[in-house]
């Protein structure tokens, strides 16, 4: 069945920075574009970053844009997302998906 397992969620402080890495498994990773969500307490979830599958454009919700990276390795069926100049407003669950898919989150802390 098709797993997205996502990791390396963590505190970090300000100005810090956290790579989060999606491990899928049970489809044919490199047909899909991949993207990320996080989901802050109280908020709707909301769209982060996206990177297709054939071409590797890349997409990213202004909020992160310059600050975020997302990317994609087809040999290891991985998705990456390095955070950088974390803000106290990127506190959130962070979710892996894929079409009709998602993780199960893990959790960002950026706080002092």
């Known amino acids: 069945q098709v797993q997205l397992v996502e990791s390396g969620g963590g505190l970090v402080q300000p100005g810090g920075s956290l790579r989060l890495s999606c491990a899928a498994s049970?489809?044919?990773?490199?047909?899909?574009?991949m993207s990320w969500y996080r989901q802050a307490p109280g908020k709707e979830r909301e769209f982060v970053a996206l990177i297709s599958s054939t071409t590797g454009s890349t997409k990213y919700a202004d909020s992160v844009k310059g600050r975020f990276t997302i990317s994609r390795d087809n040999t290891k069926n991985m998705v990456y997302l390095q955070m950088n100049s974390l803000k106290p407003e990127d506190t959130a669950v962070y979710y892996c998906k894929r079409t009709g898919f998602w993780g199960q989150g893990t959790q960002v802390t950026v706080s002092s």
């Open positions: 049970g489809f044919t990773f490199s047909s899909y574009g």
